[in-house]
C-alpha cells in the first residue's frame, strides 16, 4: 500500500524486499534490493542484497555485497557516527565482528539511551564476552520498564545476570570477615 501510494519510496521498497526474502521470493527481492542501492547505495541494503545472495548459493557474490557494505558503513562511520553507529553495530554483529558490534554499540548507547540501544548494547556485550557489560546494559533496559519484543530475545542473558549476581553475593558473603564467626580462641572484639 506504501508502494502504491509513494512509488519509489525505499523505505517500503526495502521492507517488501525483506517480506519477499522471508516468503522465498528471491529474484523479486533480488530486483527490488538492486534497485534501492541503486537509489540509496546504503550498505545496509547492500548487506541485505549479500545474505540474499548467500541464501540463494551465490556465496562469491554474497561475500563480495558483504565486504562492499563494510566499505560502505566505515564511509558513513567516518563521516556522520552517531547517525551510523547502531545500524553499523547491528550489521557487524550479524557478520560475526562482535568486538566492532560492540564498540559500536557502546558509542550508540552512549548517544542515547533507548532501551532499544540498551538491548542492543546487552546483547553485543555478551557476544564480544563482557558478561558484566551485557547484565550492566540488560539492567538497565529492564529499567526503562519498556517491553519490545526485542527484550524477550535477552531472557537467557538475564538469567545468566541473575545468576552471576547470586554467585557474586554468595562469594561476597564467604569472603567477608564480617560474615565469618571468629576463629577460635579469638573474640569479636578483637
Known amino acids: 500500500a506504501a508502494i502504491e501510494r509513494l512509488p519509489g519510496y525505499y523505505l517500503a521498497e526495502e521492507h517488501l524486499a525483506e517480506c519477499e526474502v522471508l516468503l522465498g521470493e528471491l529474484p523479486a527481492a533480488r530486483e527490488r534490493y538492486q534497485k534501492v542501492i541503486a537509489q540509496t547505495d546504503n550498505p545496509e541494503f547492500v548487506a541485505a542484497l549479500g545474505s540474499l545472495e548467500r541464501t540463494d548459493g551465490n556465496l562469491e557474490l554474497g561475500d563480495s555485497l558483504v565486504e562492499q557494505a563494510k566499505i560502505g ?13 547502531q545500524h553499523a553495530s547491528e550489521f557487524f554483529a550479524e557478520i560475526g565482528d562482535s568486538k566492532r558490534a560492540y564498540q559500536l554499540a557502546r558509542e550508540n548507547a552512549a548517544l542515547r539511551s533507548d532501551v532499544g540501544s540498551l538491548i542492543l548494547l546487552a546483547a553485543s556485550a555478551e557476544a564480544a564476552g563482557k558478561p558484566k557489560a551485557a547484565c550492566k546494559a540488560h539492567a538497565r533496559a529492564i529499567a526503562t520498564m519498556l517491553s519490545p519484543p526485542e527484550l524477550t530475545e535477552l531472557k537467557a542473558l538475564g538469567k545468566r545476570c541473575a545468576d552471576l549476581a547470586e554467585s557474586k553475593n554468595a562469594a561476597d558473603v564467604t569472603t567477608d570477615p564480617r560474615s565469618s ?7 569479636a572484639s578483637e
Request: hydrophobic share 45%; aromatic share 10%.
Open 73 to 85: 558503513y566505515s564511509d558513513l562511520l567516518s563521516r556522520l557516527p552517531a547517525a551510523y553507529a
Open 181 to 187: 564467626p571468629p576463629a577460635a580462641g579469638i573474640r
